[in-house]
């Protein structure tokens, strides 16, 4: 029977794959003999997403061959749900149980050892990512930055308050003068900033599509439409802008400037990515985190 193969290298972020196509098991062992195990060990970190040849009857059914502890490989077998592991001091001794895993599209569950993953999310170092971003794609929750959130809450609080408390007729108008030189302040000078930015950004990144893993060379960015191949090799800098402050109620808001070898840039919000995703995704290249009080977005860019 012919499975999935695909394959992580030693850069790759959870969910990355490479080289995906259909096998059987003699093109699969083949695979495994040409991967550059050696090479690939080199500065890694032993984790479940590593260096590893995966073969694939479906997401909820993965067996993955990886490199392990003290120059050793592993096969992990994930089931949609759970966690099993064998570790082998030679890749070799794991073929048999390959052989059985593309006959039998499983495996003797009494000959691997069941992991503890409770309260662990592992299924991303699996399953195939997606790895394209835009505003489309996001729930309406996941557009609302924290410090957004927490501005909104406030002013519905203080909203309510004065609502309840109107008082009498007596000193309403005193209680209406409260309410202004109270709720106004904090509207513009906290939450206000963080309404104007949101609509700003939403403008900015409607329409826009970002395709970017931290393994591959070649990313794709532009309007939906008419997505542009960019290659990292061709970044010379990464500038981002935004509030250093860590209590700045938009802090979350930055823009991140891509500057090539031509002279040319894009511009990312933070609402398609954010500033962080955007440094570990460009990895091995550093980013310089320019101060902006308040970080517009300029449309038209």
């Known amino acids: 029977?012919?499975?999935?193969?695909?394959?992580?290298?030693?850069?790759?972020?959870?969910?990355?794959?490479?080289?995906?196509?259909?096998?059987?098991?003699?093109?699969?062992?083949?695979?495994?003999?040409?991967?550059?195990?050696?090479?690939?060990?080199?500065?890694?970190?032993?984790?479940?997403?590593?260096?590893?040849?995966?073969?694939?009857?479906?997401?909820?059914?993965?067996?993955?061959?990886?490199?392990?502890?003290?120059?050793?490989?592993?096969?992990?077998?994930?089931?949609?749900?759970?966690?099993?592991?064998?570790?082998?001091?030679?890749?070799?001794?794991?073929?048999?149980f390959i052989e059985f895993f593309f006959v039998h599209q499983t495996i003797d569950l009494s000959i691997f050892k069941k992991e503890n993953t409770w309260l662990k999310?592992?299924?991303?170092?699996?399953?195939?990512?997606?790895?394209?971003?835009?505003?489309?794609?996001?729930?309406?929750?996941?557009?609302?930055?924290?410090?957004t959130i927490i501005s909104l809450i406030m002013n519905i609080v203080l909203v309510t308050i004065f609502m309840l408390d109107g008082g009498t007729h007596h000193n309403k108008a005193h209680n209406d003068w409260k309410f202004i030189l109270i709720f106004f302040p904090v509207f513009f000078l906290y939450g206000g900033i963080n309404y104007i930015l949101l609509l700003n950004y939403y403008l900015a990144s409607r329409n826009k599509t970002l395709k970017l893993t931290r393994g591959d060379n070649v990313f794709l960015w532009g309007n939906n439409a008419d997505l542009k191949e960019y290659k990292k090799t061709d970044v010379i800098r990464i500038l981002i802008k935004k509030n250093k402050g860590s209590r700045c109620p938009w802090e979350t808001f930055a823009l991140s400037f891509l500057f090539f070898n031509d002279g040319t840039y894009i511009k990312i919000p933070s609402m398609i990515l954010s500033d962080s995703d955007i440094q570990?995704?460009?990895?091995?290249?550093?980013?310089e985190i320019k101060q902006s009080i308040i970080p517009f977005c300029k449309l038209g860019e």
Request: charged share 25%; net charge negative; proline share 4%.
């Open 1 to 96: 029977m012919n499975l999935t193969c695909k394959i992580q290298n030693n850069n790759f972020e959870a969910g990355e794959f490479t080289d995906v196509k259909q096998v059987d098991y003699s093109a699969a062992i083949n695979i495994i003999e040409h991967f550059p195990w050696e090479k690939q060990r080199e500065h890694i970190v032993i984790e479940l997403t590593n260096p590893s040849v995966s073969f694939e009857c479906s997401p909820d059914c993965i067996l993955k061959l990886a490199l392990f502890f003290n120059h050793k490989f592993v096969l992990h077998f994930f089931d949609g749900e759970h966690l099993y592991t064998k570790s082998f001091t030679d890749c070799k001794q794991a073929y048999p």
């Open 121 to 147: 999310k592992i299924s991303h170092h699996f399953r195939t990512g997606d790895f394209v971003y835009s505003v489309e794609k996001k729930k309406i929750w996941q557009l609302l930055d924290y410090g």
């Open 280 to 287: 570990y995704k460009m990895f091995p290249l550093t980013s």
